[in-house]
């Protein structure tokens, strides 16, 4: 069983920065594609940013491309999700998400395609 372990959620106000982190304990990201979604009462999860497993390729929601940066560190087997002038709309509980795949270089955006899920990690902005 993969655990994915998320830390660095809070409340910030509007225009701040925030970094979340996904930890893989024991896990290198090789094959293990990794992103981020987000989600918010009564609405569906949303995607927010993907990395692939060789840490070369990357995707975003187009509601966050420009202020948000998902990197990964093999050493530390962690990922990040850099968040940048954040706005009350980015308010959210936002979730770790990865999976194995074939391919190094391909980027999974849909809640579908990964198998392992964090517990969650709330973000509030306020205006």
């Known amino acids: 069983q993969v655990q994915l372990v998320e830390s660095g959620g809070g409340l910030v106000q509007a225009g701040a920065s925030l970094r979340l982190s996904c930890a893989v304990p024991?896990?290198?990201?090789?094959?293990?594609?990794m992103g981020w979604f987000r989600q918010v009462p009564g609405k569906e999860r949303q995607f927010v940013a993907a990395i692939s497993g060789s840490l070369t390729n990357t995707d975003y929601a187009t509601s966050v491309k420009g202020r948000f940066t998902i990197s990964g560190d093999n050493v530390k087997n962690t990922m990040y999700l850099q968040m940048n002038s954040l706005k009350p709309e980015d308010t959210a509980v936002y979730y770790c998400?990865?999976?194995?795949?074939?391919?190094?270089?391909?980027?999974?955006?849909?809640?579908?395609?990964?198998?392992?899920w964090g517990r969650g990690t709330q973000v509030t902005v306020s205006s």
């Open positions: 998400a990865g999976t194995f795949l074939a391919s190094s270089y391909y980027i999974p955006t849909t809640q579908r395609e990964y198998r392992y």
């Open positions: 024991g896990r290198t990201f090789s094959t293990f594609a």
